[in-house]
T-cell receptor, first 110, second 113 residues
Framework: DAKTTQPPSMDCAEGRAANLPCNHSTISGNEYVYWYRQIHSQGPQYIIHGLKNNETNEMASLIITEDRKSSTLILPHATLRDTAVYYCPGPGDSWGKLQFGAGTQVVVTP | DGGITQSPKYLFRKEGQNVTLSCEQNLNHDAMYWYRQDPGQGLRLIYYSQIVNDFQKGDIAEGYSVSREKKESFPLTVTSAQKNPTAFYLC????????????FGPGTRLTVT
């Protein structure tokens, strides 16, 4: 399994950028980096994914290091509604499976 | 509205009873998944299905069973053999098994006493 590691928690002030790191040093060359988030007591929500290049969508930006050993999810202007657990799951032991760790609890404060 | 529905949102059962959790999707997705989540932990894969009438065990399949008779539906039965059934259960779907972009339902919180 390609394992990922994330800090357990992070605080962010409303309106500021939140930079969420993920270490995936064992990822293989053709495995994508994915990010999800889970607001309390709801199902996870897909945010973004990438392979080598940086990616941006309406929710966030994804920066992947050149060696692909780590990535950073950027929430450019955090709002209170961004308070959630953020996951960067690694690919599981077979095709199509995701391996979710404990994620990073992000709390956005006023 | 396209999406995944799970019902009910809360479910209470007595120990020793089997219980079936519903999952329906109208996204025309081929692949569907069941996960279990315990407090403060990540998701663990129970079962997944790539196509109708086919499914595979995930990491923690013991004490659970599934069926996939229709593309839209992937019910999960929690049997009395599951030692610690109280948990938050999440259903997801994706276009195909090769896609890691999964869409999740709202979840069912099962409490067994």
């Amino acid at each position: 399994d390609a394992k990922t590691t994330q800090p357990p928690s992070m605080d962010c002030a409303e309106g500021r950028a939140a930079n969420l790191p993920c270490n995936h040093s064992t990822i293989s060359g053709n495995e994508y980096v994915y990010w999800y988030r889970q607001i309390h007591s709801q199902g996870p929500q897909y945010i973004i994914h990438g392979l080598k290049n940086n990616e941006t969508n309406e929710m966030a930006s994804l920066i992947i290091t050149e060696d692909r050993k780590s990535s950073t999810l950027i929430l450019p202007h955090a709002t209170l509604r961004d308070t959630a657990v953020y996951y960067c799951p690694g690919p599981g032991d077979s095709w199509g499976k995701l391996q979710f760790g404990a994620g990073t609890q992000v709390v956005v404060t006023p | 509205d396209g999406g995944i529905t799970q019902s009910p949102k809360y479910l209470f059962r007595k120990e020793g009873q089997n219980v079936t959790l519903s999952c329906e999707q109208n996204l025309n997705h081929d692949a569907m998944y069941w996960y279990r989540q315990d407090p403060g932990q990540g998701l663990r894969l129970i079962y997944y299905s790539q196509i109708v009438n086919d499914f595979q065990k995930g990491d923690i399949a013991e004490g659970y069973s599934v069926s996939r008779e229709k593309k839209e539906s992937f019910p999960l039965t929690v049997t009395s053999a599951q030692k610690n059934p109280t948990a938050f259960y999440l259903c997801a779907s994706s276009i195909g098994l090769g896609s890691y972009e999964q869409y999740f339902g709202p979840g069912t919180r099962l409490t067994v006493t």
